[in-house]
């Protein structure tokens, strides 16, 4: 398996693991909101959450590992939101977490994926940021005792 897919992998897994921390964040929050009193949540809502959280790390793939113009980083970053949205609030009405005419849950729920796509987008972006550091330290280290 090469690095290149190696990469991809534990960025995937990674991705996985902070969207469904903040999934259930929100699930929490969501559930405070519209359901206050004795909320009893069926566990079908844990696989709901697993299979959500999953489809969502799936857009990643939007991304190439490769240098691209900050246009089309932008792009890809908005093409990545608008994913994220379809993926959520459909599965939103579909596993029935929403009431098609409430308004106010599906700004809720819209305020939810916005906050949890800002937080993951922030962590992987840093964590980029960390290895372009150490190669073009490593470099810059090589370089020195090349000389």
């Given at each position: 398996?090469?690095?290149?897919?190696k990469?991809?992998?534990?960025?995937?897994?990674?991705?996985?693991?902070?969207?469904?921390?903040?999934?259930?964040?929100?699930?929490?929050?969501?559930?405070?909101?519209?359901?206050?009193?004795?909320?009893?949540?069926?566990?079908?809502v844990?696989w709901q959450?697993?299979?959500?959280?999953?489809?969502?790390?799936?857009?990643n793939?939007?991304?190439?590992?490769?240098?691209?113009?900050r246009?089309?980083?932008?792009?890809?970053?908005?093409l990545?939101?608008?994913?994220i949205n379809?993926?959520?609030?459909s599965?939103?009405?579909?596993?029935?977490?929403?009431?098609?005419?409430?308004?106010?849950?599906?700004?809720?729920?819209?305020?939810?994926?916005l906050?949890v796509?800002v937080?993951?987008?922030?962590?992987?972006?840093?964590?980029?940021?960390?290895?372009s550091?150490?190669?073009?330290r490593?470099?810059?280290?090589?370089q020195?005792t090349?000389?």
């Open positions: 398996m090469t690095d290149n897919i990469k991809r992998i534990v960025e995937l897994l990674l991705t996985f693991c902070m969207v469904t921390t903040g999934s259930v964040f929100v699930c929490a929050v969501y559930n405070n909101i519209f359901w206050p009193h004795d909320v009893y949540l069926n566990a079908d844990l959450l697993l299979a959500l959280a999953f489809l969502c790390s799936l857009g793939f939007i991304h190439p590992y490769r240098e691209v113009s246009r089309r980083e932008l792009l890809n970053k908005g990545h939101y608008l994913y379809a993926v959520v609030l599965c939103g009405y579909g596993f029935q977490w929403m009431d098609r005419g409430n308004v106010l849950m599906l700004a809720v729920m819209i305020f939810g994926i906050f796509f937080v993951v987008s922030f962590v992987i972006w840093r964590l980029h940021a960390r290895e550091e150490n190669l073009n490593k470099l810059r280290e090589y020195q090349g000389e």
